[in-house]
């Protein structure tokens, strides 16, 4: 239980704790992030917390043992005992949550929010759920908006389960998005894949055989992803051009040495009020084709990165406007992993159709292991540091409002017995009320439960108080305009904030080009 003794920096105000925080391997395919490294654990280590880690945890991101071992954590004897001991788990990729093909059918069916006639897909078993005991504190990419059924997997073990990709977008949660973390490095690898496949070279060279004329890059999306493309195809040489359906959007495209494309589309209501996309509808995804055919044919290298939480991501570049395509040219879309922007997209394949190369790369972060859990962690760790801010020992009332419900009939997927959180979860704060998906045994965060079907929570918030959750909007329904949905991990949309594949869509400072 936490001690009530204060320490931590002041501007922290972060209470003197007894966690252990466990940082298991990853298991997801080709996944080699870790969800902490060595040096993003210190500020923590002044709450007191203590770091458990599955030996080689880091070993695939560049981070060894040895590492950990030097900053004062220690090694579990392995995956049963991390589970056993830790009372937060710090994941990358949330357990349940990642298994092929489980969000393909959640998402392309997240038009129509299940009811008791048609529940949600049940996600395939992990062994890591399991493992999982009441009151334990999950910290990790749920995906919770494509994958509802695995937080309510989630909640019947009775985990306090928290999901990074929905922190809100204000000021004081920009240390902790790590949506937006990871499509920096997106935008980066995406531009790099480009090059590759490119058949010619991106900068003007002047030699004596004659001038190399420059190509030119097309960035469809101007969110953080798209501002990381843009610049590094600027630095490598490009021309680069970018179009994004915010007027907003053409100083932060400037900014970066690329040239802004205005096309005349209404565009009011594409954000919700979290600053994430919103879906539009069919016709507004059809005249924006219509109107970015010339910039597409126009382009050598075309990057999308436009998706909406939870659903498809939409498709911006037809087969007929690839078929108008030079030979030779690329198409690399960080969309793949929910359907693809492209309508002649293959998640995770490579294909070339009409002369065109059509890259579609799954979980681009993870193939830049070591910077990518570096951002990750210190994401994870200013979240946690604000979850323990003002940490105490819960209180009487909340450590019974926090105990799951009686065990139902299938008793063998529920957890054995109930506890509460290992410190106080404050709802009244906005970060952490809007990243809570699972507690005491219930889904609780308003999204989730509408896509499951399930009421909305009463009045009363967890230990007696007034609930100050928001009333939460409709979800948008699916366009015909969308594409098929596949894995998570891609975000954002051209109609607002795109940019966001494998990453967010909030837009920091653009780096310089």
């Known amino acids: 239980m936490p001690s009530l003794d204060q320490a931590g920096p002041a501007r922290h105000t972060m209470r003197r704790v007894s966690l252990v925080i466990g940082v298991p391997k990853e298991t997801a395919p080709g996944e080699r992030r870790v969800a902490m490294v060595p040096r993003a654990f210190a500020a923590l280590q002044k709450s007191g917390a203590q770091l458990l880690v599955e030996p080689g945890a880091g070993e695939a991101s560049g981070y060894p043992d040895a590492e950990y071992v030097e900053k004062g954590a220690r090694l579990a004897a392995g995956r049963d005992e991390l589970f056993a001991a830790a009372d937060v788990l710090l994941f990358v990729r949330v357990p349940g949550t990642w298994q092929d093909g489980a969000a ?26 399991a493992r999982l ?26 985990v306090t389960a928290f999901a990074m990709e929905v922190m809100p ?29 490119l058949p010619r070279l991106f900068p003007m060279l002047m030699t004596a055989a004659g001038t190399v004329t420059p190509a030119r890059v097309l960035v469809i999306g101007a969110g953080v992803a798209g501002l990381f493309a843009a610049a590094t195809a600027r630095r490598l040489g490009a021309v680069v051009s970018a179009y994004d359906v915010r007027p907003a959007a053409r100083e932060q495209v400037e900014s970066v040495g690329a040239k802004f494309i205005s096309l005349p589309l209404e565009t009011s209501g594409s954000e919700d009020r979290g600053g994430y996309a919103r879906e539009m509808d069919a016709d507004f995804y059809r005249r924006q084709r219509e109107m970015m055919a010339g910039a597409v044919q126009e382009h050598d290298v075309v990057i999308t990165t436009a998706a909406v939480p939870g659903k498809r991501a939409p498709v911006l570049v037809t087969r007929d406007m690839v078929a108008g395509m030079a030979p030779g040219s690329v198409i690399v879309d960080i969309a793949a992993e929910r359907g693809g922007n492209c309508e002649l997209t293959r998640p995770g394949e490579t294909v070339v159709e009409h002369q065109v190369t059509i890259l579609g790369p799954l979980n681009l972060a993870a193939t830049v292991p ?40 299938r008793a063998e997927t529920s957890p054995a017995g109930a506890a509460p959180s290992p410190f106080a979860i404050d709802t009244a ?32 918030a967890p230990g ?14 699916t366009s015909a305009g969308a594409s098929a949905g596949a894995s998570p991990g891609a975000g954002g949309t051209v109609a607002a904030a795109p ?4 990453g967010g869509g909030a837009t920091p400072s653009p780096p310089t080009g």
Do not use: C, W
Request: proline residues 14%; without cysteine; aromatic residues 2%.
């Open 104 to 129: 393909a059918p959640a998402a392309a069916a997240a038009s129509t929010p299940p009811t008791a006639a048609a529940p949600a897909p049940a996600p395939p078993a992990d062994a890591d759920v």
């Open 133 to 158: 005991r009441a009151g334990q504190v999950v910290i990790g990419f749920a995906d919770p908006l494509s994958l509802p059924a695995a937080s309510r997997q989630l909640a019947a073990r009775g």
């Open 169 to 197: 977008r204000i000021t004081r949660a920009q240390g902790m998005d790590a949506l937006s973390s990871m499509a920096t490095v997106a935008g980066y690898k995406a531009v790099l894949l480009a090059a590759d496949a």
């Open 370 to 409: 070591y910077h990518a859990s570096q951002l990750y962690a210190r994401n994870v760790a200013s979240f946690l540091g604000h979850l323990l801010r003002d940490a105490r020992p819960p209180s009487q009332a909340e450590a019974a409002a926090a105990a799951p419900p009686p065990p139902p009939a």
């Open 429 to 460: 704060d906005e970060i952490t009320r809007e990243t809570l998906i699972t507690r005491g045994g219930e889904v609780v965060h308003e999204r989730v439960r509408q896509l499951l079907g399930l009421p909305p929570l009463a009045s009363a």
């Open 464 to 477: 007696g108080q007034p609930s100050t959750t928001p009333p939460q909007p409709p979800l948008p329904s």
């Open 499 to 502: 940019g966001t594949a494998a």
